[in-house]
């Protein structure tokens, strides 16, 4: 066993230390590339969004008030649980950029993760508002003042859409999804006000008509919500990031120049757009060891995109090692 530890300490410290070079060199990289417009971006796309969303709640209490309009009044808060989901967001991407510190070694990257699984949770409550809100009014039909309600509607789907089209972009980073779909629903729910009022005014009826276009919308989001629940919650869960095939990465290892054995493989999201790897390599010979963890990291970069790679070199038997059987973590 002491001798496990030793040579575990010699090999993680080279791998380590390559790794960080590696970091360093990725990092800036990647940051000067595109990465670093990205932060800017959204942090103004971020301010924007929840600053035009905040004055249209504000305007959107009034219409409703005004009109007597429950559906304005329940988009209001559905859009208020968007400003809220924007600063969560926000927030994570700016903790994200701390530096590590002594405690939390990873610095606040996971608050990336966090945030956007706690969107996708406030963005399936906000529907559960809107659906119990919906069948409500469908039970009891309200007469509305219809213009008022599609001249507001209409500047909120103005308003969605800008925004929506601010974080289209950043598909990759979840929190910048989470804030696509969180826009893009609410200019389809302010869309549907539109049409339901306008067609209630030109028939002078059908007063189920809107509640019911909110229940359909309602479907549409919890569909498109899903995925980003799902990926969330993975996330959270330091499942391998989707797009990274597990299978492949090992074989890619297996494949490396005097490589025997490749064991407790270990693939997490460090946040929302950062991949980590640890992983065992038995390799009997071990000819230039430094070089081998340089040229292994650098593939793992530009192969899978995990920029953040630690490894460990065994060079005797891999059944040696206790991390070596597949069920152990």
């Not at 559905?78 to 809220?84: I, Q």
């Not at 629940?229 to 074989?251: E, F, Q, T």
């Not at 493989?265 to 009997?284: D, G, Q």
């Not at 081998?292 to 070199?313: D, R, V």
């Amino acid at each position: 066993m002491a001798h496990d530890h030793s040579g575990h300490s010699h090999s993680h410290d080279h791998g380590h230390d390559h790794g960080h070079g590696h970091d360093h060199g990725h990092s800036h990289g990647h940051s000067h590339g595109g990465h670093s417009h990205a932060p800017k971006d959204f942090g103004r796309a971020f301010a924007i969004g929840i600053a035009l969303n905040f004055g249209f709640v504000v305007v959107e209490v009034g219409a409703g008030l005004f009109s007597h309009s429950l559906a304005l009044l329940a988009d209001a808060g559905h859009n208020m649980s968007d400003v809220l989901s924007l600063l969560l967001a926000w927030g994570a991407t700016v903790l994200a950029k701390r530096a590590p510190s002594a405690r939390r070694t990873y610095g606040l990257r996971k608050a990336t993760i966090l945030a956007s699984l706690t969107n996708a949770v406030m963005l399936l409550v906000a529907v559960g508002v809107i659906a119990s809100e919906s069948v409500r009014r469908l039970l009891e039909p309200a007469t509305i003042a219809t213009l008022p309600v599609m001249i507001t509607a209409g500047i909120g789907v103005v308003i969605n859409t800008a925004t929506a089209l601010m974080f289209m972009k950043g598909h990759d980073d979840l929190n910048a999804r989470g804030a696509f779909l969180h826009m893009a629903s609410d200019a389809a729910v302010s869309l549907a006000v539109v049409a339901g009022a306008a067609v209630m005014a030109v028939t002078g009826g059908l007063a189920w008509l809107d509640p019911a276009l909110s229940l359909g919308i309602g479907v549409v989001i919890v569909i498109g919500t899903w995925s980003l629940l799902r990926d969330s919650v993975d996330l959270a869960l330091d499942a391998a990031p989707r797009g990274i095939d597990v299978n492949a990465v090992k074989a890619w290892l297996n494949a490396r120049p005097g490589v025997s054995d490749v064991h407790d493989l270990h693939i997490w999201a460090m946040s929302t757009t950062e991949t980590a790897l640890t992983v065992h390599l038995t390799r009997p010979a071990n000819p230039e060891p430094d070089g081998f963890l340089h040229a292994t990291c650098e593939g793992l970069a530009h192969q899978f995109g995990i920029g953040h790679c630690t490894l460990q070199i065994e060079t005797g038997d891999a059944a040696s090692c206790k991390l070596s059987p597949v069920e152990t973590v």
